[in-house]
């Protein structure tokens, strides 16, 4: 069974520019999680999906973040237009729906190291 | 505010010789309690678990962790340590009214001395 995969492994780009950073989850998985550490903090929550509805979006941190999930498979981070304080690695994670989400394994993909020059 | 503090930034041990790493969660809710390690350009994989069932928990590659109420301490535990442990450890909380939101540590680096 093939896991979380994310695209691109690393991203570079001059601040002003636009990414958008690409999450496949577990087939099956109507829960997908994004996530992000920059540099010398923890990793924090950004939103959560299920299925392809917005669940809770509390972490994102303004409105240059656009986060879709097309057809309920895989989702989409934009960040438009980037600023040097959104370099990080962003994870992606997804887990089965199930009865208490809270007890649920998320599985991680290996993330995107985004720096903005 | 829910948080969970990991007490050290960077363990060092020797091959053969125990492993502690420390963590302490802040909640008046009952967590589900996780330690997920990421190892060098992998994703995060999950050692262990608590979900309110036995307080003592083992997981992969023979860590496990005890869940301390009283303490409020979920610390990772492993008897030796082998060369392959070495990665970054995070003890991560999750509550069960907020759709499987995790809250990180800070994360641990274990470094393993031959």
């Known amino acids: 069974e093939a896991g979380v995969t994310q695209f691109p492994s690393h991203s570079v780009i001059e601040k002003g520019q636009t990414v958008t950073l690409r999450c496949d989850p577990i087939?099956?998985?109507?829960?997908l999680y994004w996530y992000r550490r920059v540099m010398g903090k923890e990793i924090k929550f950004l939103l959560h999906?299920?299925?392809?509805?917005?669940?809770?979006e509390s972490g994102m941190p303004n409105n240059r973040f656009l986060a879709e999930r097309t057809g309920g498979t895989y989702s989409t981070l934009k960040v438009q237009p980037a600023e040097l304080e959104d370099s990080g690695v962003y994870f992606c994670?997804?887990?089965?729906?199930?009865?208490?989400?809270?007890?649920?394994?998320?599985?991680f993909g290996p993330g995107t190291r985004l720096t903005v020059l | 505010a829910q948080s969970v503090t990991q007490l050290d930034s960077h363990v060092s041990v020797s091959e053969g010789t125990p492993v502690l790493l420390r963590c302490n969660y802040s909640?008046?809710?009952?967590?589900?309690l996780f330690w997920y390690v990421q190892h060098p350009n992998k994703g995060l994989q999950l050692l262990l678990k608590?979900?309110?069932?036995?307080?003592l928990v083992k997981g992969i590659n023979g860590f496990e962790a005890e869940f301390k109420k009283s303490e409020t301490s979920f610390h990772l535990t492993k008897p030796s340590a082998h060369m392959s442990d070495a990665a970054e450890y995070f003890c991560?909380?999750?509550?069960?009214?907020?759709?499987?939101?995790?809250?990180f540590g800070q994360g641990t680096e274990l470094s393993v001395k031959p």
């Open positions: 909640s008046s809710y009952s967590p589900s």
């Open positions: 999906f299920v299925k392809e509805s917005k669940q809770d």
């Open positions: 994670a997804s887990s089965p729906q199930g009865a208490s989400l809270s007890y649920n394994e998320q599985f």
């Open positions: 087939s099956g998985h109507d829960n």
């Open positions: 608590y979900t309110s069932a036995a307080t």
């Open positions: 991560v909380v999750s509550y069960y009214n907020q759709g499987g939101k995790l809250i």
